[in-house]
């Protein structure tokens, strides 16, 4: 079978083997795809039984017009970029990959929190610029420096990266609580205590959002929820940027309500130069590369081809549109 990978750089910028996943004469890789151009993305699949694609999206004329497809493995969690229902009517599987980067989000979850709290790369560029050489103390910092230790860490979404996250919490010393949609509030756990969300919001120094983008959590992160927050939150988001609406947040930041705030993810990506995160104060913002350890990237190939594999022989797995 003939096997297209639509936009291949993001996973595999030269570190990674993409041998597994067909013969060098059946795969066809490109680096990016345009995610605009329809006329492009169906010239590229062209006669592909199986199309592999991270963020190109695969909509119903480009379904229409490609009559081969039997198959498309996205290479995310995430699968909004697929038009499954027309999948379906045609008979096409769609698959994605669930779990592979759990480890690695929780841990930068916590590393944006760190930064908050020490600014370590500013501090760094501090003294390589010459401020402690030239400094009259010892020591100094150009940031308040924040203990985490007795602190409660509310974390919206308690699935596998939200017990990471509060693993990982725990072992800092701080206060775990959680809110998850199917978790009843009062219930107790090796890692967390579940709340009610608007008691998450009242109690937390620190708020951390591992939750899917739904229609029920899209901005859930507003002027009226920020409002219920302690003065001096720490608010933390490498789930999506749509859970927050950024104006707010960014009026809450210049306004001190929301002491800092970490984010991997905007609701535009890339970000745009007009996003008012950008200009707001103690705003940290990474390029949604929560996911990207090369570890957490060999997982990615490892279920994908595992995945592509299953449904040759016949028996799908990850599959979303059943």
């Known amino acids: 079978m003939k096997i297209v990978v639509l936009d291949g750089y993001t996973l595999n910028p030269g570190d990674l083997d993409w041998g597994g996943m067909g013969t060098a004469k059946d795969l066809k890789i490109y680096d990016r795809t345009s995610l605009t151009n329809k006329d492009e993305i169906i010239?590229?699949?062209g006669e592909a039984d199986i199309v592999i694609t991270n963020k190109t999206p695969i909509c119903d004329t480009v379904l229409n017009a490609c009559p081969n497809i039997k198959y498309i493995g996205v290479l995310a969690t995430g699968y909004n970029i697929v038009d499954t229902n027309t999948a379906k009517e045609k008979g096409i599987v769609v698959t994605n990959i669930p779990t592979y980067g759990t480890a690695a989000v929780g841990q930068f979850a916590i590393a944006l929190l760190l930064e908050v709290c020490h600014h370590i790369g500013h501090h760094s560029q501090?003294?390589?610029k010459g401020k402690w050489e030239k400094n009259a103390d010892w020591c100094f910092w150009d940031y308040p420096l924040i203990e985490l230790a007795d602190k409660n860490?509310?974390?919206i979404g308690c699935g596998r990266i939200g017990r990471a996250t509060g693993k990982i919490a725990q072992a800092l010393g701080?206060?775990?609580i959680g809110y998850d949609k199917m978790a009843k509030a009062g219930s107790k756990d090796s890692t967390f205590q579940y709340v009610e969300l608007l008691e998450l919001l009242a109690k937390s120094d620190v708020i951390?959002?591992?939750?899917p983008l739904l229609p029920e959590t899209e901005g859930m992160i507003n002027k009226k929820t920020i409002a219920l927050m302690k003065d001096g939150v720490i608010i933390i988001n490498n789930s999506?940027?749509?859970l927050i609406v950024e104006e707010d947040l960014a009026e809450a930041l210049n306004s001190s309500k929301v002491a800092a705030a970490g984010l991997d993810v905007v609701s535009t990506e890339p970000i745009l130069g007009n996003n008012p995160l950008l200009q707001a104060k103690n705003c940290i913002i990474t390029p949604h590369i929560s996911w990207a350890p090369k570890e957490s990237r060999q997982r990615l190939m490892d279920i994908a081809?595992?995945?592509?594999k299953?449904?040759?022989n016949g028996t799908p797995i990850n599959v979303v549109n059943k």
């Open 153 to 155: 860490i509310g974390i």
């Open 310 to 312: 299953a449904f040759s």
């Open 43 to 45: 010239s590229r699949i």
């Open 208 to 211: 951390v959002l591992h939750c």
């Open 305 to 308: 081809i595992e995945n592509i």
């Open 126 to 128: 501090a003294v390589h």
């Open 240 to 242: 999506r940027g749509p």
């Open 174 to 176: 701080m206060n775990v």
